[in-house]
């Protein structure tokens, strides 16, 4: 390789920014390839291409091994926009193709499907190369070990560093192979647990450092993180927020309010249609990556919903209301599931679908168009590329102040305007849809209704909760009652992984939780159990991310971090709390306190990366209350209970008759409703009264 040390076969994604058409030529004149007959929006996507396709699975693997030939691994996701840029360049490309198909097995990779594989050779390109990202490009010798890798290359920096890796694999093979042992060991090292030395209690105080050091990187002005791109990363704003309403931060608070304020009027929500593009690339939160994931729609749902409940701002319930619009809208089938994701592309041009020219706006709105100009900044500060990204300064009742108009007479314009561009847009050629159901974030819309509602106390909240939990149930669950990970065209498959588990039995507490049907509750407990069974470590408490009955990667992980979607161990550690005191199982806590005790090295550390764990210990180091309501009526008692007011920190049960749940033994009184206020299953003299009852809550 010219002399060039294996290391350093990597060349920075140094990007332009071209324009490039997906325009694809008609497909009945090319001849496909193996991908074919996968069911992934992404794979199909590459189905034509010359490159020799193959998907991971077993077949291809033995295929490499056979022909003692370099694994080639290319992974992303349907609305990745460089994806579809490198597709393009390269992957449809014959010349390219050419090379590919003689030196290496192809292997295409679907990312969402796949989130193991994507594990793996992610940490692998970012001990290579120092970061990560998709697309993802990994060499990796035939049985899997990885030996080079990067995100995304042009066509010619591309076809040489294919050309360079080849010649070296073939002239000096035991020198690659000594890379790949490194590598992997690299790879495990990273992965690996530390244990915590600290066995002292919880305390306060790691809270208190993990707010501290989150501190130091806000934006006090934009909110968000203080650097771009900006990403929402609901469940740091859920842990702040928890935090601030248990010790009265107003520091923490402020942040919160700030950061959901500025998302809420930028350009990363969509002012239109609702609902929420994946990142910012911008501080102003102007500019968004314009592909739309479920995973952050649904748990931004959760979060606006708490919030709308501590700070009680009309504006935040709009969010929620119109992001639950905009996925039942575009991104919902007739089985009750969610789809994936939409493209941020359409008609090859990033944005397209979404943003607006002058013109276009001054002939659907008239007379208006002046308001409406002013009220989202169809200015300078919203233009981009040429148009115009929809984006608002401040707050309704201040724009109505400063413009002298009354606030229902503008409220009935923004409505007006809503309407009138939607139907427009609707005109307009749609990004592509990635309509694949994932279990793990199909789990996140359970929970995100089921917290609607409680918020809102709008009763179609509770039943669209309930479809999808039975969406789930119907056609992701095996006979054994193990989980399955994709479904798209009545076809289930790949073996659910710690994520599903973990999201699917923190859904269904939830859900139990507004419904009391102690079905959901039973099927979170045998969820957590099977996890026991298939998953767990036996050398810590914790969890691997794939089951022990499911093929083997070079490279088994504990997935610890939180992402954009939590850390599935976080989650499962959250799960078996919960679950202790609602089957009175000790052992469950337990665990859930050995977990976190593994992570405590990493809390103070990088707290934007934990903040999973830190609201199980704001659960261990905070009053923690269980409030169980028997007796007819009890529905109407525990919405009572939680109207207008968060609660962190407290579980719910209730029945208007008695049933099998531990929590609710021994609380039935012939005639009469009691509320019962408890600590570590202690409780109070029950009450009959709501009043009485949040009087009894104190986070002291």
Request: with cysteine.
């Amino acid at each position: 390789m010219n002399g060039i040390k294996l290391s350093f076969w990597i060349i920075a994604a140094v990007l332009s920014n071209p324009i490039l058409s997906q325009q694809k030529t008609e497909m009945h004149t090319k001849k496909a390839n193996a991908l074919i007959h996968e069911t992934s929006p992404y794979l199909l996507q590459h189905a034509y291409n010359p490159v020799e396709w193959h998907a991971w699975n077993d077949e291809t693997l033995a295929k490499a091994k056979r022909e003692n030939k370099l694994l080639l691994i290319s992974i992303g996701y349907s609305s990745c926009h460089w994806c579809h840029v490198m597709e393009h360049e390269s992957f449809e490309n014959e010349e390219v193709a050419t090379v590919m198909n003689e030196n290496f097995i192809n292997v295409k990779v679907d990312r969402e499907e796949r989130p193991d594989v994507d594990q793996v050779y992610m940490t692998a390109v970012q001990l290579i190369t120092g970061r990560g990202g998709w697309p993802l490009n990994c060499i990796a010798m035939p049985d899997g070990r990885p030996i080079w890798g990067g995100t995304y290359f042009r066509k010619d920096d591309w076809v040489n560093n294919l050309t360079s890796v080849v010649e070296v694999f073939e002239q000096d093979p035991q020198k690659v192979e000594e890379y790949a042992v490194n590598l992997l060991k690299g790879i495990n090292q990273s992965q690996a647990l530390v244990p915590s030395k600290n066995e002292d209690e919880f305390s306060r105080e790691l809270a208190d450092a993990m707010f501290v050091n989150m501190s130091r990187r806000f934006d006090k002005k934009e909110g968000g993180p203080d650097k771009a791109p900006k990403f929402p990363l609901p469940s740091n704003y859920t842990f702040l927020l928890d935090y601030a309403v248990l010790t009265k931060n107003e520091k923490a608070l402020k942040q919160v309010e700030l950061t959901l304020d500025k998302m809420a009027r930028g350009g990363i929500y969509d002012q239109i249609g609702g609902g929420f593009a994946r990142y910012s690339t911008d501080e102003l939160w102007k500019v968004p990556h314009f592909e739309k994931m479920l995973y952050d729609n649904a748990q931004l749902i959760s979060l606006y919903s708490k919030a709308f409940q501590v700070f009680g701002k009309a504006e935040y319930k709009m969010v929620v209301c119109e992001t639950i619009a905009f996925l039942e809208r575009e991104m919902c089938g007739k089985k009750g599931q969610f789809y994936s994701a939409l493209d941020a592309d359409s008609e090859g041009i990033e944005g397209k679908f979404y943003v607006w020219n002058k013109e276009e706006l001054k002939d659907l709105l008239g007379s208006d168009y002046s308001v409406f100009e002013k009220y989202y900044n169809v200015n300078e500060l919203g233009e981009w590329e040429h148009n115009y990204i929809l984006l608002r300064e401040g707050s309704d009742s201040a724009f109505a102040e400063k413009e002298s108009i009354a606030q229902d007479e503008l409220e009935h314009k923004i409505v007006s305007w809503k309407k009138t561009l939607l139907k427009a847009r609707s005109k307009r050629i749609r990004p592509g849809l990635d309509d694949k159901a994932l279990t793990s974030w199909n789990a996140m819309m359970i929970k995100a209704y089921a917290e609607a509602y409680v918020a809102i106390q709008e009763d179609e909240y509770l039943k669209r909760s309930i479809a999808t939990a039975e969406f789930i149930d119907e056609n992701l669950v095996k006979e054994n009652g193990e989980l399955l990970h994709s479904y798209k065209d009545n076809v289930a498959k790949i073996d659910g992984f710690l994520e599903d588990y973990a999201l699917v039995a923190e859904a269904y507490i939830a859900l139990y939780q507004v419904s009391g049907n102690e079905k959901w509750l039973n099927d979170a407990k045998a969820l957590v159990e099977i996890s026991i069974q298939n998953f767990k470590d036996p050398k810590s408490a914790m969890f691997f991310f794939v089951s022990a009955k499911s093929e083997s990667l070079v490279a088994p992980s504990i997935e610890k971090d939180d992402n954009v979607i939590p850390s599935s161990n976080g989650v499962m550690a959250s799960n078996l709390y919960m679950l202790s005191f609602f089957t009175d199982k000790t052992a469950y806590a337990e665990q859930a306190e050995e977990m976190l005790q593994h992570m405590q090295n990493d809390l103070t550390r990088y707290p934007e990366g934990y903040t999973q764990w830190g609201q199980l210990l704001l659960n261990l180091t905070y009053p923690s209350y269980e409030v169980a309501v028997a007796g007819k009526g009890s529905t109407e008692k525990l919405m009572a209970f939680r109207r207008n007011q968060y609660y962190p920190n407290v579980l719910w049960a209730f029945a208007d008759k008695e049933n099998g749940v531990d929590l609710l033994q021994d609380r039935w009184m012939e005639g009469s409703t009691y509320i019962y206020v408890c600590q570590n299953q202690s409780c109070q003299m029950p009450v009959e009264e709501v009043e009485k009852a949040i009087d009894l809550i104190k986070y002291e």
